[in-house]
């Protein structure tokens, strides 16, 4: 079968191996985004994909900076004689006339128990939310973001400990041992998309630096150390404490029989503390405002005794 990939992110990158490394697929080439500035340095810097493809794999790359409209782009794709796009975290919708170019049609992998989380932060959205269950869900790609029939759905716990980096991983494994025995089993019939229950459908939005801001007087223990879980990869969560802002870099529950201020650090026992709405929070590692990251106790003896 031969296959043109697209995704960008690491994420993506166990899906093109596995499908690269089967006997039975031939990927084409893979398309991902442009090279982007990264860092405080703003250093350009290759997609994961990109890497993995060009030095692992010998695979060509294509980078567009747009689809829709980019008629030299298209025809290119469409002379490929393609059986399937598979799409991984790519990151750009696609126009109808690219749908329209595979034999078997475009697929595309989505980590959420769909109709539920879509669009663009389904792992962040589940942690969020506190679910017990998420999942990869493997689609028929439509115009309109994560409409289109379920072809293939697994779905796992998400553990006690998960944060989005470890469930991403997880999700990543799964996903990427399903992709090609699913494009398999639709090339041969076996597998037909059905269509998701429009009446349970939800949607989840893009991730802003902005959402990182935790507010610790009007926020329960659950809700910060889910928003922890939710952005410890980005934007991580942060609080202003003192008309200064501090980032909150390793947290857990703590169970203690006295009430804590919410808002307020204290020291208990060895250890840090923070108060919220409902609860308690013990902080092991943070980062103050112009500072470097530092433990609990380094800013028990440099803040808290000032």
């Given at each position: 079968?031969?296959?043109?990939?697209?995704?960008?992110?690491?994420?993506?990158?166990?899906?093109?191996?596995?499908?690269?490394?089967?006997?039975?697929?031939?990927?084409?080439?893979?398309?991902?985004?442009?090279?982007?500035?990264?860092?405080?340095?703003?250093?350009?810097?290759?997609?994961?994909?990109?890497?993995?493809?060009?030095?692992?794999?010998?695979?060509?790359?294509?980078?567009?900076?747009?689809?829709k409209g980019n008629n030299e782009f298209l025809d290119l794709v469409q002379n490929m004689n393609l059986d399937f796009i598979v799409v991984v975290a790519y990151g750009m919708i696609f126009p109808e006339e690219l749908l329209e170019i595979p034999k078997y049609g475009c697929v595309n992998v989505h980590t959420s128990l769909l109709p539920k989380y879509r669009?663009?932060?389904?792992?962040?959205?589940?942690?969020?939310?506190?679910?017990?269950?998420?999942?990869?869900?493997?689609?028929?790609?439509?115009?309109?973001?994560?409409?289109?029939?379920?072809?293939?759905?697994?779905?796992?716990?998400?553990?006690?400990?998960?944060?989005?980096?470890?469930?991403?991983?997880?999700?990543?494994?799964?996903?990427?041992?399903?992709?090609?025995?699913?494009?398999?089993?639709?090339?041969?019939?076996?597998?037909?998309?059905?269509?998701?229950?429009?009446?349970?459908?939800?949607?989840?939005?893009?991730?802003?630096?902005?959402?990182?801001?935790?507010?610790?007087?009007?926020?329960?223990?659950?809700?910060?150390?889910?928003?922890?879980?939710?952005?410890?990869?980005?934007?991580?969560?942060?609080?202003?404490?003192?008309?200064?802002?501090?980032?909150?870099?390793?947290?857990?529950?703590?169970?203690?029989?006295?009430?804590?201020?919410?808002?307020?650090?204290?020291?208990?026992?060895?250890?840090?503390?923070?108060?919220?709405?409902?609860?308690?929070?013990?902080?092991?590692?943070?980062?103050?405002?112009?500072?470097?990251?530092?433990?609990?106790?380094?800013?028990?003896?440099?803040?808290?005794?000032?």
């Amino acid at each position: 079968m031969k296959i043109l990939f697209f995704g960008t992110p690491a994420f993506s990158v166990p899906f093109l191996a596995t499908l690269a490394h089967d006997e039975e697929i031939e990927i084409v080439a893979v398309v991902t985004q442009p090279d982007k500035p990264v860092g405080r340095k703003k250093i350009v810097t290759a997609p994961a994909v990109k890497d993995f493809a060009q030095n692992e794999l010998d695979i060509p790359v294509l980078q567009p900076k747009r689809i829709k409209g980019n008629n030299e782009f298209l025809d290119l794709v469409q002379n490929m004689n393609l059986d399937f796009i598979v799409v991984v975290a790519y990151g750009m919708i696609f126009p109808e006339e690219l749908l329209e170019i595979p034999k078997y049609g475009c697929v595309n992998v989505h980590t959420s128990l769909l109709p539920k989380y879509r669009g663009a932060s389904p792992i962040q959205s589940a942690l969020l939310n506190g679910d017990k269950n998420t999942g990869v869900s493997i689609m028929n790609m439509e115009e309109e973001m994560d409409t289109g029939g379920i072809y293939l759905i697994r779905k796992i716990e998400i553990g006690e400990k998960d944060d989005a980096i470890s469930l991403s991983n997880k999700l990543s494994e799964i996903g990427a041992v399903m992709i090609p025995l699913a494009l398999k089993d639709i090339a041969d019939r076996v597998l037909s998309p059905i269509p998701q229950n429009e009446t349970n459908a939800t949607y989840c939005k893009k991730i802003n630096k902005e959402d990182g801001l935790i507010d610790p007087a009007n926020e329960t223990s659950d809700e910060i150390l889910n928003k922890f879980k939710a952005f410890i990869f980005w934007p991580q969560i942060h609080m202003i404490y003192e008309n200064k802002k501090i980032k909150l870099l390793q947290i857990d529950k703590f169970k203690i029989e006295q009430k804590v201020s919410p808002g307020q650090f204290i020291a208990y026992e060895g250890n840090l503390l923070l108060g919220t709405k409902e609860g308690t929070l013990k902080i092991d590692q943070l980062q103050p405002e112009g500072k470097n990251s530092m433990q609990a106790k380094d800013f028990m003896n440099g803040f808290l005794q000032k």
